[in-house]
């Protein structure tokens, strides 16, 4: 009988490798499409590019909000530095910052699948936390795009699941000792580093500091969280005194004047629950959780707040909480103006996680092989689904493809040589042989601040740009309430359909 639950096992894991596999190589085929794509993929990818260039080259790229070339950065210094080094080495491309977001989508599986492992010990559900990740809309919609979202996790989760095995409790007896200093000081780095990849990569080290503080490694704890708040003070100070005083207020004091609405959070996550793959999360979730509901009630040798203090003490407790803190901070941050569906990639990572520790908790109730086997194929069929549909959002995208060729070689055409203009995909502008401002303008025209939209506003009026390829889709009928003095030039080609369209005006 035990050699039979062995091959029945061995078969329902090989099932579950099969799947992930189907899904690993549905997503690098999208990742592949939009790695090679050569213009934005309509995520505003380019304008990263001023200020990872200004970064390469030694400037402080948070010091030219008000002049030119006019640049928002509201990501951190490292992931402008990592690109600008892209950048100088091989020009205005976008495959270098795309690759490294694929790169980060792998170390991001990697990282999941050893914490759920240590957590479990179940190779079962370590394949169904990956399934989980795999299968997160979140993880196709971001996956092969030039975003700092993934690098900052793969640098967070790198350092979590690092410190995950340093706060074992089981080696070294709690003493500190070289080999501990050595791997805390990395992951203390890596929980730092992921701040100035994006700054909202924050929670990961709090759940380090409380991990290392549940097993008693106090003096560790003390220690990660007192050198990581250092060097993070240190390195913002720094960015903030040579960018006089620009970085704190783009980071902190504009942002608290963006334009929110919760009803815009309500509409994120009503999106996400569209897909059937979150569906599936939540639910064995919810059901892992039911049951355990239910084992603490009918307990009678423990009493019941026995067993909630003996769940807080253990790792499965902080992955739990982290699991809710991001969910909540994914809700919070999600009401800004601009938010987008990828502000619950977090969330999603550590559900992937949670779904491990809910198939432990599931197989001890539903041991039949068939319940495991109905998981793996739903994660499949539910993940299978969507990267369908992201297949066919890259068929639109190739198919919009010509459209954008001949906005370029209308700028080729109609602009005088090392012009100047403004773009909404600055990529269009470059590869007409053109210089830009304003590459992130949506930072000076959302509404935030009345000083940077008054710069962008007076920057058109001077009529110092020759060009301006504008994003609204009724731009046509209000060019001239918005751009006085441009008049819209007609493509031959059909506007895209399914994808973003640009409208292109010239100066009179």
């Known amino acids: 009988m035990t050699i039979l639950r062995k091959a029945a096992s061995h078969n329902s894991i090989r099932f579950a490798v099969v799947a992930a596999v189907i899904l ?104 169904l936390s990956a399934l989980s990740f795999l299968s997160a809309i979140t993880l196709h919609h971001w996956l092969g795009v030039h975003r700092p979202d993934l690098p900052a996790l793969a640098v967070a989760f790198a350092g979590l699941a690092l410190a995950f095995d340093l706060a074992d409790g ?83 004091a504009l942002m608290q004047q963006v334009p929110y609405s919760y009803a815009m959070s309500l509409r994120w996550l009503l999106s996400l629950f569209k897909m059937p793959a979150a569906w599936i999360t939540v639910g064995m979730i919810g059901a892992a959780l039911l049951l355990e509901i239910q084992r603490v009630r009918k307990a009678e040798n423990l009493p019941r707040l026995a067993h909630f203090n003996r769940f807080l003490k253990s790792p499965r407790a902080l992955i739990v909480l982290y699991f809710i803190g991001a969910a909540i901070f994914g809700f919070i941050t999600s009401a800004r103006q601009g938010s987008y569906i990828s502000y619950h990639l977090e969330t999603l990572m550590a559900a992937s996680i949670v779904v491990a520790l809910a198939w432990d908790k599931l197989a001890a109730r539903f041991n039949q092989r068939w319940v495991y086997q109905a998981f793996v194929l739903a994660f499949l069929i539910a993940g299978g689904f969507q990267l369908v549909r992201q297949a066919r959002g890259e068929y639109l995208r190739w198919q919009s493809l010509p459209y954008y060729r001949e906005i370029v070689a209308t700028l080729r055409e109609k602009m005088p040589p090392q012009s100047l203009g403004i773009s909404v995909h600055p990529d269009l502008m470059t590869a007409a042989g053109h210089q830009y401002h304003f590459g992130d303008w949506n930072q000076y025209e959302d509404g935030r601040s009345a000083q940077l939209h008054q710069v ?53």
């Open 24 to 127: 690993a190589v549905m997503l690098l085929a999208v990742g592949a499409s939009r790695l090679i794509y050569p213009f934005d993929v309509g995520h505003y990818e380019a304008c990263i590019w001023t200020p990872s260039l200004l970064s390469a080259e030694g400037h402080n790229p948070y010091a030219f909000a008000t002049q030119p070339p006019f640049v928002m950065a509201p990501y951190g210094y490292l992931y402008y530095l990592l690109v600008g080094v892209g950048l100088r080495l091989f020009g205005l491309q976008f495959w270098f910052g795309r690759a490294w977001t694929i790169l980060s989508a792998v170390i991001c599986l990697f990282c999941i699948v050893r914490i759920a492992a240590r957590l479990t010990r179940n190779r079962e559900a370590v394949w």
């Open 170 to 252: 089981t080696n070294d007896s709690g003493r500190i000792t070289p080999r501990v200093i050595l791997v805390a000081g990395l992951a203390m780095l890596l929980l730092a580093g992921a701040f100035f990849f994006k700054q909202t990569a924050i929670l990961p080290a709090a759940v380090v500091v409380l991990r290392c503080w549940q097993v008693d490694r106090r003096k560790l704890a003390i220690l990660i969280a007192g050198a990581g708040l250092f060097f993070t003070a240190t390195a913002m100070l720094l960015l903030n005194a040579t960018s006089h005083g620009q970085y704190f207020w783009q980071h902190f």
């Open 456 to 508: 962008f506003r007076q920057a058109v009026e001077s009529k110092r740009y020759t060009a301006i390829v504008w994003l609204r889709p009724d731009a046509a009928d209000s060019a001239a309430a918005e751009f006085p003095g441009y008049h819209l030039v007609p493509m031959k080609q059909p506007l895209p359909q399914g994808y973003y369209p640009v409208f292109l005006y010239l100066r009179d």
